[in-house]
């Protein structure tokens, strides 16, 4: 029903920048929350930062000050700006949204992921 596309992973330094963006597509009514959760092997998927409808933001302690999530409404978009990554960054991101669709109240859609990598 509904589909994320994520992009823009990769390898950078340790104290570099990545930006991450996500374009859903599909039955979308509205996105009530997109986010980003992140999982690094051996560990649990964890909730990085997620946003709203209407702008509220929410991050996890480890990013605070140093992620900046974006989202536009009209266009079904988000992005995750990551300023000096740290090596504890690297994992597999995912991109993810809260939906009501036209047939289902709340949709939770995820992206394929996608893999940043961080050198020391």
């Known amino acids: 029903q509904v589909q994320l596309v994520e992009s823009g992973g990769g390898l950078v330094q340790s104290g570099g920048s990545l930006r991450l963006s996500c374009a859903a597509s599909?039955?979308?009514?509205?996105?009530?929350?997109m986010g980003w959760y992140r999982q690094a092997p051996g560990k649990k998927r964890e909730l990085v930062a997620g946003?709203?409808?209407?702008?509220?933001?929410n991050y996890a302690d480890s990013v605070k000050g140093r992620f900046t999530i974006s989202r536009d409404n009209a266009k079904n978009t988000e992005s995750l700006q990551m300023n000096s990554l740290r090596p504890g960054d690297a994992a597999v991101y995912y991109c993810?949204?809260?939906?009501?669709?036209?047939?289902?109240?709340?949709?939770?859609?995820w992206g394929q992921g996608t893999q940043v990598t961080i050198s020391s």
């Open positions: 599909g039955s979308i009514v509205r996105i009530n929350v």
């Open positions: 993810n949204a809260l939906v009501t669709t036209g047939s289902v109240l709340e949709y939770r859609a």
């Open positions: 946003m709203t409808w209407d702008g509220v933001a």
